[in-house]
């Protein structure tokens, strides 16, 4: 009789395989979701050694990690309804043993039956006890990286607020610097207009009181009348002898004004409206005017200023001082013009 009960519960048919597969899916499910936190932690990593724009690398990292740990949440929850699920079948399955035991007891029924039967429940709660350990590691397996998680998004929020306040005093320092900056260049204007107003005043003192010779603005202007013929870029003996003044003056400063300074001679050449003909030796008041400035310039270098602190350009008679066409507005936009300034 034991040997055929033993062959009929040999050959009972194995309910748990379905179960035993969703298991084995659910452990694949968390060896991707591990995968996926490693992959995470080494973009971390790569991300948080960046310089600019390590702010906004750090906030996506904390939205992936966010997004993990609820899908980490979600599992943990899946787990435990499974867990519910399976104790809710032990609890069945303990409930109906215990019934076909009393009844086998009280002898009603059949006693091969309820014994098979009590047999096969007894094996499946051996099993849902099995499932039921093996549930409650990976749940506390999960607990741990939900745990470490947050322990690495806690660093990711410090590191993130070290790098704010890092930033915060780089810009205060910039701004610290701009400001002495623009003191350091407010002094130096200002000392290079002192010079100016000292030069001015030399030439004022050294060049012959004339009418053509005055000063408009920041700038020395010279009547071209003074320093060329008509039409011409030669220097006349007239307008040596001031340019000769004009050199000893601007050497005798120079020697006065600090290194630093990055300071130069601007000469600008003008003419009046009236066009060349284009049969002579310069073609228009572009050339004429460009021609007499470079005339002035090479002059003073052969008087012994510096060729880098001086500038030569013409205009034409594009920058006029007195507008129309009379024959004294004319005469006061031929001219030359100097202005002491900065590179």
């Known amino acids: 009789m034991a040997l055929a009960r033993k062959g009929r519960s040999q050959r009972t048919i194995d309910y748990w395989p379905g179960f035993v597969d969703a298991l084995s899916t659910l452990l694949l499910s968390i060896m991707f979701l591990l995968t996926v936190f490693v992959l995470g932690q080494f973009l971390l990593s790569r991300e948080i050694s960046g310089k600019d724009d390590v702010l906004n690398r750090l906030n996506s990292q904390i939205n992936e990690l966010t997004q993990l740990l609820a899908l980490e949440k979600g599992s943990n929850q899946d787990l435990e309804d499974s867990l519910a699920n399976l104790q809710a079948s032990l609890a069945t399955s303990e409930g109906e043993r215990s019934r076909l035991q009393s009844l086998l007891d009280q002898g009603s029924g059949s006693s091969e039956a309820a014994t098979q039967r009590i047999g096969d429940l007894t094996g499946q709660l051996e099993s849902a006890n099995e499932a039921s350990t ?35 005093s780089s810009q205060t320092k910039i701004a610290d610097l701009g400001r002495r900056l623009n003191v350091a260049l407010a002094q130096r204007v200002q000392e290079l207009n002192r010079y100016r107003s000292d030069f001015f005043g030399r030439l004022r003192e050294i060049l012959s009181d004339r009418e053509n ?18 039409g011409g870029n030669e220097l ?52 004429l005017s460009s021609a007499r400035a470079t005339s002035v310039v090479k002059f003073l270098i052969s008087r012994g200023v510096p060729a880098d602190r001086l500038v030569a350009a013409g205009f034409g008679e594009f920058q006029p001082i007195a507008e129309g066409d009379s024959k004294e507005a004319r005469d006061q936009n031929r001219r030359i013009e100097l202005k002491l300034t900065e590179k």
Not at 140 to 153: E, K, V
Not at 213 to 223: A, C, L, T, W, Y
């Open 134 to 168: 093996r549930a409650m590691s990976q749940i506390d397996l999960l607990n741990q990286q939900i745990a470490a998680l947050r322990s690495q998004i806690a660093a990711i929020e410090g590191a993130l607020q070290a790098s704010e306040a890092k930033d915060e």
């Open 213 to 230: 010779i005055r000063i408009v603005g920041d700038r020395f202007v010279f009547q071209s009348e003074v320093l060329f013929p008509s």
């Open 236 to 287: 006349n003996p007239a307008g040596q002898e001031e340019m000769g003044k004009l050199a000893a003056a601007l050497l005798d400063l120079a020697k006065e004004i600090p290194a630093e300074i990055n300071w130069v001679l601007r000469v600008d050449g003008h003419t009046d409206n009236v066009p060349l003909s284009g049969t002579g030796r310069y073609v228009d008041n572009w050339e």
